[in-house]
């Protein structure tokens, strides 16, 4: 590794060590303070994770799709190359994770 690869990942490995063990020690609290209180922490945890492959297949499909466009349109000369991948996967991806929170919804 050269110098300056050394100077910028041992501070930020080190950042997100501590940022780790914050986290986790603040989500410990958290728990203990609600078995305090009798409630309990596995009702309070993360939304159900059933629809991540729909999300996921959905956001790889429209990329790809993004993809697909940006080809043709550089081939046709409309705009140039980067500009036509960039815009084309982002209009895409926010178009499939819009799409998958509408699929979530109306279940």
């Known amino acids: ?13 080190f950042f997100a060590f501590i940022l780790g063990l914050v986290y986790l020690g603040n989500r410990k609290k958290i ?3 609600m078995i305090a ?13 059933s629809n991540s ?3 996921i297949g959905l ?3 429209a990329v790809g799709l993004g993809i697909l466009l940006a080809n043709g349109i ?14 084309m996967i982002f209009i895409f991806g ?14």
């Open 31 to 33: 728990h203990m303070a």
């Open 37 to 49: 209180k009798g409630l309990d922490p596995a009702a309070f945890e993360k939304e159900d994770k």
């Open 74 to 87: 550089t081939a046709l000369g409309w705009l140039e190359k980067e500009v036509a991948f960039f815009s």
């Open 1 to 13: 590794m050269d110098l300056l690869s050394v100077e910028v990942l041992v501070p930020l490995g």
């Open 53 to 55: 492959s729909l999300k």
């Open 94 to 107: 926010g178009i499939a994770l819009i799409a998958s929170g509408f699929i979530k919804q109306a279940k």
């Open 59 to 61: 956001f790889m499909a």
